[in-house]
């Protein structure tokens, strides 16, 4: 965001289509087509409110809290605190400091709580994909389709969160309605999948028959997804889950892209080589891995701040 009004001034913005696999300088391994975005939002309006953020955020302040630990995002954090004449503190990740456990509490939507004990009758080897795209991310009807079919084409069981509104034109827009699944899903698959409306998100991600998480990269389901030691297949929808992708994917090694375009035999082949694919073990490992850092980093996160606070 910092960086923001110099890429439009040095060309990159708005994004034109021959950049968009260029490599953006100063942001690695970010590319064109990874920066922040708002489909329907112009690079003039979009500049104007990044700046906003940028002058609130030295104007009137004497320091700046991050949900973020420095073992994923060391560069970054040096980047932001050479730029800004202000303390960074790097306390994430958040939901591991709080005194409850239970996603339930702080959840927008009730979940549906029969999901656990779904989990616990499945093989406990890493065999379910967890499928979600958050609270507020949208898709449209034929990408719904084809996401289903390509989840009944892998063979792969899967536990699907199909929330209210998730599908336009069937209740969007803090819309009651459930989208009808495709004619025909529920009997290709039987019981090898189970949906929801919603799922306590956290205690699924630390359920031992979850294998990997099919997820729109924002910011909380990412850190959830880490600290459960889960790796990821990613399909960002708007705004930084552009870029929040990039970094699970290549700068982190832990996930893979679901591909741009949704199409049901290539979500099958990607499924089924993060579930039971040579890539798979590799990147569970590399979670496992940030898991620990994510642990370790939380035992004095908080150290820093408290004792810059008490100093103000």
């Given at each position: 965001?910092?960086?923001y009004?110099?890429?439009?001034d040095?060309?990159?913005?708005?994004?034109?289509?021959?950049?968009?696999?260029?490599?953006?300088p100063?942001?690695?391994p970010?590319?064109?087509r990874d920066?922040i975005?708002?489909?329907?939002?112009?690079?003039?309006e979009?500049?104007?409110?990044?700046?906003?953020?940028a002058d609130?955020?030295?104007?009137?302040?004497?320091?700046?809290?991050?949900n973020?630990?420095e073992?994923?995002?060391?560069?970054?954090?040096?980047?932001?605190?050479?730029e800004l004449?202000?303390?960074?503190?790097?306390?994430?990740?958040?939901?591991?400091?709080?005194?409850?456990?239970?996603?339930?509490?702080?959840?927008?939507?009730?979940p549906?709580?029969?999901?656990?004990?779904?989990?616990?009758a499945?093989?406990?080897?890493?065999?379910?994909?967890?499928?979600?795209?958050?609270?507020l991310a949208c898709v449209d009807?034929?990408?719904?389709?084809?996401?289903?079919?390509?989840l009944?084409?892998?063979?792969v069981?899967?536990?699907?969160?199909?929330?209210?509104?998730?599908?336009?034109?069937?209740?969007?827009g803090?819309?009651?309605?459930?989208p009808?699944?495709p004619?025909g899903f529920?009997?290709?698959v039987?019981n090898?999948?189970?949906?929801?409306?919603w799922?306590?998100?956290?205690?699924?991600?630390?359920h031992?028959?979850?294998?990997?998480?099919?997820?729109?990269?924002?910011w909380?389901?990412?850190?959830?997804?880490?600290?459960?030691?889960?790796?990821m297949l990613v399909q960002?929808?708007f705004?930084?889950?552009?870029v929040?992708?990039?970094?699970?994917?290549?700068e982190w090694?832990?996930?893979?892209e679901?591909?741009?375009?949704?199409e049901?035999?290539?979500?099958?082949?990607?499924v089924?080589?993060?579930m039971v694919?040579?890539?798979?073990?590799?990147m569970?490992?590399k979670?496992?891995?940030?898991?620990?850092?994510?642990s370790?980093?939380?035992s004095?996160?908080?150290?820093g701040?408290?004792?810059?606070?008490?100093?103000?």
């Amino acid at each position: 965001m910092l960086a923001y009004p110099r890429l439009r001034d040095a060309g990159y913005l708005p994004v034109k289509e021959e950049q968009l696999d260029e490599a953006v300088p100063d942001l690695e391994p970010l590319r064109v087509r990874d920066l922040i975005r708002v489909d329907g939002c112009g690079v003039d309006e979009m500049c104007s409110f990044v700046a906003g953020v940028a002058d609130a955020t030295g104007a009137s302040v004497s320091g700046i809290v991050i949900n973020t630990f420095e073992a994923i995002e060391a560069s970054e954090l040096a980047k932001i605190r050479r730029e800004l004449p202000l303390p960074a503190f790097a306390i994430g990740p958040l939901h591991l400091l709080s005194s409850s456990q239970d996603s339930a509490e702080q959840s927008l939507y009730t979940p549906d709580l029969s999901c656990l004990a779904w989990l616990d009758a499945q093989p406990a080897a890493r065999s379910v994909l967890y499928v979600s795209l958050g609270s507020l991310a949208c898709v449209d009807r034929g990408v719904f389709e084809e996401m289903a079919w390509g989840l009944a084409g892998s063979g792969v069981p899967f536990l699907w969160v199909v929330r209210p509104g998730s599908v336009t034109g069937t209740g969007g827009g803090g819309g009651e309605e459930v989208p009808p699944l495709p004619d025909g899903f529920n009997e290709e698959v039987r019981n090898r999948g189970k949906i929801v409306t919603w799922a306590p998100q956290r205690e699924v991600l630390a359920h031992a028959a979850i294998g990997a998480f099919w997820t729109h990269c924002g910011w909380n389901s990412i850190l959830e997804s880490v600290c459960g030691g889960v790796p990821m297949l990613v399909q960002p929808c708007f705004a930084d889950q552009m870029v929040n992708a990039r970094y699970v994917t290549r700068e982190w090694g832990v996930g893979m892209e679901v591909g741009e375009e949704i199409e049901r035999e290539t979500v099958a082949k990607v499924v089924t080589k993060v579930m039971v694919g040579e890539d798979g073990p590799l990147m569970r490992e590399k979670a496992r891995r940030l898991q620990m850092q994510a642990s370790a980093a939380t035992s004095s996160a908080m150290d820093g701040l408290v004792q810059y606070v008490l100093s103000l």
